[in-house]
């Protein structure tokens, strides 16, 4: 079935008929001002460092600002991260954080919290602007911009090869706003500047590190031409590096790796010449989430979308930024 934006609204308007503590027709709900709150969190998956660091992160920002914490982990499902924020919205929290695994599947949840009238933050990936809006149907968005992050490896990548070579390319989760966002970021870069670097294959390992060691395998068996590397997340990078040593080459030689996220694994493998650089995605979102949520109820207007600043790692600053690395 198709999902409209007009069919999704009519829905929630017809289930709204009556309610006057319902907000109007689309606006976001309001956030009535208290000291603590009771909120919930909406995990896709914690398989990943970078997960564990997110959920850690957002957990300690509840406890320091005494807040209820709702924790759901959807374990890679995103029907199951639906009835995770459907479970949120009965146990009535007053706000809800949501790292929407996929773009489309999670436009339910954002609409079942919008006619409860609870506002939702979204944390780190972002929903089908198609289908919902940030300060409409959702509070905000606030994470990396993906797009510049795959734009800033591929400027980085073309530096290095001096524009020439080959590529297989490992994306993240299949309709995720990161694997959409980075592969654009990258690709149309490497097409526009540096005609000379083939893009040889481009799959998803849905951005786990054993998924692609065994994707890159794979590739690299049909492509034993590559020369370079690009992952969507360093968890398939090092997955990678595993699969270029099966394969009996040299990573950081014969191929180089490169990715996105910073994780400390990665930024370890550039001390170690294995990888080449990755741009940083924190996932540190606790202090800033909250902080929205309490600004919003103390009736402060909250801009749509609010991007995180991302670093970058190379070898000429990977030793000294291995500590602040998650
Ligand atoms: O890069 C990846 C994780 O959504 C930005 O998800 C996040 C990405 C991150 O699984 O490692």
Redesign the pocket.
């Known amino acids: 079935m198709l999902i409209t934006r007009r069919k999704l609204l009519a829905a929630s308007a017809a289930g709204a008929a009556g309610l006057a503590i319902l907000p109007a027709f689309g606006e976001v709900p309001p956030l009535k001002k208290k000291d603590t709150y009771k909120v919930g969190f909406a995990q ?2 914690s398989n ?1 460092p ?2 564990l660091a997110q959920t850690a992160s957002m957990q300690d920002e509840a406890k320091k600002r005494g807040c209820q914490l709702v924790y759901t982990d959807a374990a890679g499902s995103a029907a199951k991260q639906v009835a995770d924020v459907n479970s949120m919205i009965a146990q009535g929290v007053d706000f809800i954080f949501l ?1 929407p695994r996929e773009e489309k599947p999670l436009i339910p949840a954002v609409m079942a919290a919008k006619k409860a009238g609870i506002p939702v933050l979204l944390i ?2 972002s929903v089908d602007p198609s289908l919902a809006k940030a300060g409409e149907d959702y509070l905000a968005f606030v ?2 911009n ?1 797009i510049e992050e795959g734009q800033r490896v591929a400027d980085w990548t073309i530096k290095k090869t001096g524009g020439k070579g080959k590529i297989i390319e490992l994306e ?2 299949i309709g ?3 694997a959409n966002d980075r592969k654009k970021g990258f690709d149309d870069t490497i097409k526009a500047k540096a005609p000379d670097l083939a893009l040889l294959a481009s799959q998803s390992g849905d ?1 786990a590190r054993d998924k692609g060691r065994q994707v890159a395998e794979t590739l690299l068996q049909a492509h034993p031409d590559t020369t370079v590397v690009y992952a ?4 398939m990078a090092i997955g990678a590096i595993a699969a270029i040593e099966a394969a009996g080459k040299k990573p950081g030689g014969d191929i180089l790796v490169v990715s ?2 910073g ?1 400390k694994d990665a930024v370890q493998a550039i001390i170690d010449g294995k990888m080449g650089a990755t741009c940083e ?1 924190s ?1 540190r979102f606790g202090p800033k989430a909250f902080e929205i949520m309490y600004k919003y109820g103390s009736g402060e207007k909250i801009p749509p979308v609010i991007i995180n600043p991302d670093r970058f790692f190379d070898a000429s600053n990977a030793k000294d930024m291995l500590a602040t690395a998650f």
């Open positions: 896709t998956e990943n970078w997960r790292a780190d990936r994470g990396s993906f993240g989760t995720s706003s990161p951005f969507h997340n360093d968890e996105i996220d994780e995605c996932p």
